[in-house]
C-alpha cells in the first residue's frame, strides 16, 4: 500500500518540467546578473569582511589591530560565550516544541474543519505577524509587566498578594519566541494536512482505526514534511533572535544576537562582533544542513 | 464513538486558545490607543486625543514618509530584479545554477543581526557608503529580493506556459511574446511578491537599526526610541493604525485577485 500512497501524493505535486530553451549567448548574464551582483558584493563580500575581522585583534580602546589572533573564536567556544549559545539553542528548541504543540491542532482544526471559513481562518494567523512587529511585542511586554494586565488582573482577585516576576524570565522570553514565529509553523503545517487524502484516512477508519492510532500511524508520518518544514522554519530565525530577548529578556536573558548586536552597535568592537556573528551564522548553516538531510530532502521539497 | 465528537469540538477549544494568544496583544494596543490613561498601559475612560497628538507629531510624519519612501523603492526594485532572476532560473539551464539558487537563499537564512552587522561594517569600512537613505535601501533591496524571486518562482510552477509558446508560433517575435503575453502571465507573481515585500521592508527594525546611522529614523526604530521613554499612548496610536491598514490592504488584494480571475 505505501508504494501506492507515495506516488499519487508525489504525483500530484511534482511541478511540470519546463521545456528547454535555446539559450542564446548574453540571455544568462542578462537574466542573473543583476542577483549574482546583489548577492555577490552585498551578501559574499560583506560575510567574508566580517570573516577576516573575526581574526583580528582589538585594541585598548576597541580599535581594530591588525595582527592574526583566535582569541575571539577560543572566547566563543570557551565558557563565557558558550552559555549564551546553549541557552539559545535551549529556548528555539522548547520553541519548537511549544510552536508543534500548539500548531499542529490549529493547523489540523482549519484544514479539517474549516470548511467556508478557512481563509478567513488562515488570514487571522497572517495579519498579526504581518503587524508590526515592534508594537506587539512592546504590547506583550505591557501585558506582562509587573503593574500589566496579567498580574493587576490577579492582584484584584486576590489570587496573589505581590505581582509575579514574569517580564524578564526565561519563560517570557520563550512566550514572545512562540507569538513571534507560531505563523511560520502554522502555515507550511496547514498546507500538508491540506495535501492529505481523504479517501486514506477514511480507509484507516473503516479498517477499524482508533482516531489516536489513524492519527499516528496514518496522518502524522503523512504530514511528516510539514513537520520538518514548520520546524525548519521556526527553529533558523528563533536561533538568531535578537528583538525578543532584547524587550522582554531585559539583561537576565540573553541570546547570540544580544551578544552580537551589543557589540556592533553599543560595544563597538568589531572583531568579537564579528566573530560572534560568524559563529552564528555557521552555526545556522550547520542546523540547516543537518534538518535538511535526516529530515529527507523529498518531505521538504514537497512542503515549499 | 462519543469520541468522535469529542475531538472536533477539543480542537475548536484549543484552536480559539492559540488565537486568543495572537490576536490579545492585538487588542489590547486597540483598546489602550482609546485609552485617557497617559501611560496608555491602563483603561482610564474613553479618549480620541491620542490620535489628534498623533496628527501633529511631526517625527512620527517624517518617519512616516522616509519608511514609505525606502519601502517603495524597495519593492520596485526587488521585484523587479526578482521577477527577472525567477524567469531566468526558470526557463534557463546553465552551470552553477544549484549553487546559485543556494546562495540566493542565504539572506533569508541569514539572521538580522548578521546581515545587518556585515553590511553595517563593509559600508563604514569598505566601501564608504553614507549611512541613512542609501544605505537603508541597499540593506533592505538586499534582504528582500531574495524572497521577491522565490515568491514569483514559486508561482511561475502554476503558470500554463502555452500561451507563450502560442504566441510565438503564431508569429510574435520574442519581445513582443514577452511584452503582451508573458507580462500579464506574470502580473499575478508580481503582485503576490509586491504584497509581501512592501510590509516586509515597511517593517523590518533590525538590520535598518544596524545601518541607518544618525538622524535617518524610520517608523518601527521611532517606535523602539519611544518604548525607551516608557509607555507613551503614540506606540498604541500607531499599531492600531497599523493594524486598520493591514486589514484594509488584505481585503483591497483579495479583491483585487477575486477581480482578475474573473476576467480571465
Keep these: 500500500m505505501g508504494t501506492t500512497v507515495n506516488s499519487t501524493l508525489l504525483h500530484r505535486n511534482t511541478p511540470k518540467e519546463p521545456k528547454k530553451k535555446k539559450t542564446f549567448p548574453l540571455e544568462v548574464p542578462l537574466y542573473m546578473g543583476p542577483i549574482t551582483f546583489i548577492v555577490g558584493v552585498f551578501v559574499f563580500a560583506p560575510l567574508l569582511i566580517i570573516l577576516f575581522y573575526s581574526f583580528l585583534k582589538t585594541g585598548n580602546y576597541g580599535e581594530i589591530v591588525y595582527e592574526f589572533t583566535l582569541k575571539n573564536i577560543s572566547a566563543i567556544l570557551g565558557a563565557g560565550y558558550g552559555g549564551v549559545f546553549l541557552t539559545s539553542f535551549y529556548l528555539a528548541f522548547q520553541t519548537n516544541v511549544i510552536c508543534l504543540l500548539v500548531g499542529y491542532p490549529l493547523a489540523y482544526y482549519i484544514a479539517r474543519y474549516g470548511g467556508q471559513y478557512k481563509v478567513l481562518l488562515i488570514s487571522m494567523i497572517i495579519i498579526p505577524s504581518w503587524v508590526a512587529y515592534l508594537i506587539r511585542l512592546y504590547a506583550l511586554k505591557t501585558i506582562a509587566g509587573n503593574k500589566g494586565l496579567i498580574n493587576t488582573l490577579l492582584l484584584n482577585l486576590g489570587i496573589i498578594s505581590e505581582p509575579l516576576e514574569i517580564l524578564y524570565t526565561p519563560f517570557i522570553v520563550m512566550v514572545g519566541l512562540v507569538y513571534t514565529w507560531l505563523p511560520f509553523m502554522v502555515l507550511p503545517l496547514h498546507a500538508s494536512l491540506e495535501g492529505l487524502e481523504p479517501a486514506l484516512l477514511e480507509a484507516a477508519t473503516d479498517l477499524g482505526a482508533s482516531p489516536v492510532r489513524r492519527f499516528f500511524r496514518v496522518i502524522l508520518p503523512l504530514t511528516r514534511g510539514g513537520v520538518i518544514a514548520g520546524s525548519i522554519l521556526v527553529f533558523i530565525p528563533t536561533l538568531g533572535d535578537w528583538l525578543v530577548p532584547a524587550l522582554l529578556g531585559g539583561a537576565k536573558v540573553m541570546m547570540v544576537g544580544n551578544l552580537v548586536a551589543f557589540q556592533f552597535t553599543v560595544a563597538g568592537n568589531i572583531p568579537t562582533g564579528s566573530s560572534l556573528a560568524i559563529m552564528l551564522a555557521a552555526t545556522l548553516i550547520l542546523t540547516l544542513y543537518l534538518a535538511i538531510k535526516w529530515g529527507g530532502k523529498e518531505a521538504m521539497e514537497r512542503i515549499v | ?264
Design chain 2, 1 to 264: 464513538m462519543k469520541r468522535k465528537k469529542l475531538a472536533p469540538k477539543i480542537l475548536a477549544g484549543l484552536s480559539f486558545m492559540a488565537y486568543f494568544f495572537l490576536w490579545a496583544p492585538v487588542l489590547v494596543i486597540i483598546v489602550f490607543s482609546f485609552s485617557a490613561n497617559r501611560y496608555g498601559v491602563a483603561w482610564d475612560g474613553f479618549t480620541m486625543k491620542w490620535y489628534g497628538a498623533l496628527l501633529q507629531n511631526v517625527a512620527v510624519k517624517d518617519a512616516l514618509i522616509r519608511s514609505l519612501i525606502i519601502a517603495s523603492v524597495t519593492v520596485v526594485v526587488s521585484t523587479l530584479i526578482g521577477t527577472i532572476t525567477a524567469y531566468g532560473l526558470y526557463k534557463l539551464h546553465f552551470r552553477g545554477k544549484r549553487f546559485l539558487r543556494t546562495s540566493i537563499l542565504l539572506p533569508i537564512i541569514m539572521p538580522g543581526v548578521v546581515t545587518g552587522g556585515a553590511l553595517l561594517v563593509f559600508f563604514t569600512r569598505v566601501i564608504h557608503i553614507p549611512l541613512g537613505y542609501p544605505s537603508i535601501i541597499i540593506a533592505h533591496i538586499v534582504f528582500s529580493t531574495p524572497l521577491a524571486v522565490f515568491v514569483i518562482l514559486g508561482r511561475m510552477q502554476r503558470i500554463n506556459w502555452a500561451w507563450e509558446e502560442a504566441a510565438m508560433d503564431l508569429g510574435a517575435n520574442r519581445f513582443r511574446t514577452f511584452v503582451r503575453v508573458t507580462g500579464p502571465l506574470l502580473m499575478p507573481a508580481i503582485m503576490a511578491s509586491a504584497v509581501l515585500i512592501f510590509p516586509w521592508s515597511f517593517d523590518d527594525f533590525v538590520i535598518t537599526y544596524f545601518v541607518s546611522g544618525i538622524g535617518s529614523t524610520t517608523l518601527p526604530i521611532y517606535v523602539f526610541s519611544q518604548m525607551r521613554f516608557g509607555a507613551t499612548p503614540v506606540i498604541n496610536t500607531i499599531g492600531a493604525l497599523f493594524v486598520a491598514v493591514t486589514i484594509v490592504a488584505l481585503f483591497l488584494q483579495r479583491a483585487i485577485e477575486k477581480r482578475s480571475k474573473a476576467t480571465l
